[in-house]
């Protein structure tokens, strides 16, 4: 079993503070977010004397509670729309096939659906596209 460390990410200033809570002494910084897991990796390996890939590392940013709750709300609502969307396209197949069998052209498809012809096409082949 591998080594996790938690490389918690602050804002500070124009930067992102990086301390690693289970390393005392483990600091770094880094401008963007993204650069985080690899700063925080290659202080924890010079801080060990290990390889940097001998370990995992899980980023967790440390933001303002009101902003931290806002960005878990668009979170959820993004996986919320993404599941909505699934199964509209889940119906919108179940529909064009229902009226691809009953013998509507996919322009008249595609017109009930409000999609284009060429999406009803989609919607027909076997395994359809979602």
């Known amino acids: 079993m ?4 938690t490389a918690l990410a602050e804002r500070s200033g124009g930067w992102w503070a990086i301390t690693v809570p289970e390393l005392r002494g483990v600091f770094s910084q880094a401008r ?6 690899p700063v925080a990796r290659d202080a924890i ?3 060990l004397g290990v390889p940097a890939d001998s370990f995992d590392i899980h980023v967790r940013e440390v933001v303002d509670p009101i902003a931290d709750a806002l960005v878990a709300d668009a979170l959820q609502a993004r996986r919320e ?3 909505h969307q699934r199964i ?3 119906k919108s197949r179940e529909a064009a096939r229902t009226l691809d069998r009953m013998g509507l052209p ?3 498809i595609g017109l009930l659906l409000h999609v ?3 999406r009803v096409a989609q919607l027909l082949t076997p395994g359809g596209d979602a």
């Not at 591998?2 to 460390?5: C, F, G, I, L, Q």
């Open 2 to 5: 591998r080594d996790t460390y």
């Open 88 to 90: 509209a396209a889940q």
């Open 45 to 47: 390996a010079l801080f």
């Open 116 to 118: 284009s012809h060429q």
């Open 81 to 83: 729309a993404a599941d």
């Open 32 to 37: 963007r977010l993204s650069q985080v897991e």
């Open 106 to 108: 996919q322009r008249d």
